[in-house]
């Protein structure tokens, strides 16, 4: 039964640090999506890439977040400088080629103190 | 406007009642829709997908083109049905997730 990967699972840091979240989507998928999760704002997609290219961030704070796929087996999202606004649980999500659903991985928790 | 609504934040219920959560969108062209199942700290789960017709653990869903809806049933809910539910639209393949806020619903013994 695949599964998307992601590391960490929780993350604690102090604010202006940097902090990178890494994923691994389904071998095969094409698709990848980075969401954040807060109690305020529910789920927000904040940037997705197709074979790697990346084809929307507008969701992303661009003076602080980055997202890249360096090759098609990890996807990334990095802060920095991290702030306690950013606390939230970021999930990556992939999706297989040709169909609409996405599949989620575990989230990565991220405390901003 | 794209949009999912899903009008209830909380439904809370009894084990053995009939549960419906709710979800109406706002897509012009023929999106495909979904219920995803998110368990208490955990990941966000697929649990139907419109163009399956199917039944999973007990629920259903059905489009309704017309109401724009595609509202999510079960006959007698289960303690173990307790959870976060998001309906989400999708307008073509490959493409980003238009998620509701999600509903609560709580089973009650």
């Known amino acids: 039964d695949a599964r998307v990967t992601q590391t960490p699972r929780h993350k604690v840091t102090e604010m202006g640090q940097e902090v990178t979240m890494r994923c691994q989507p389904i071998?095969?998928?094409?698709?990848v999506f980075w969401y954040r999760q807060t109690m305020m704002q529910g789920l927000e997609l904040l940037a997705y890439?197709?074979?790697?290219?990346?084809?929307?961030d507008s969701g992303m704070p661009k003076d602080r977040f980055s997202a890249e796929m360096p090759d098609a087996t990890l996807a990334t999202l990095k802060i920095q400088p991290s702030e306690p606004r950013d606390s939230a649980v970021y999930f990556c999500?992939?999706?297989?080629?040709?169909?609409?659903?996405?599949?989620f991985g575990p989230g990565t928790r991220l405390t901003v103190t | 406007a794209q949009r999912v609504t899903q009008p209830e934040k909380l439904l809370s219920v009894f084990k053995g009642a009939p549960v419906e959560l709710k979800c109406n969108y706002s897509?012009?062209?023929?999106?495909?829709l979904f219920w995803y199942v998110q368990y208490s700290r955990q990941r966000l789960q697929l649990l139907l997908r419109?163009?399956s017709r199917e039944s999973i653990k007990g629920f259903t869903a059905d489009l309704n083109k017309g109401e724009t809806s595609f509202h999510l049933k079960k006959p007698f809910a289960q303690e173990e049905d307790s959870a976060m539910y998001y309906c989400?639209?999708?307008?073509?393949?490959?493409?980003?997730?238009?998620f509701g806020q999600g509903t609560e619903l709580s089973v009650k013994p």
């Open positions: 419109h163009i």
């Open positions: 999500a992939s999706g297989p080629r040709g169909r609409y659903e996405q599949y």
């Open positions: 071998l095969g998928h094409n698709t």
């Open positions: 897509y012009s062209g023929s999106p495909e």
């Open positions: 989400a639209l999708s307008g073509y393949t490959g493409g980003k997730l238009i």
């Open positions: 890439f197709r074979n790697r290219a990346p084809l929307d």
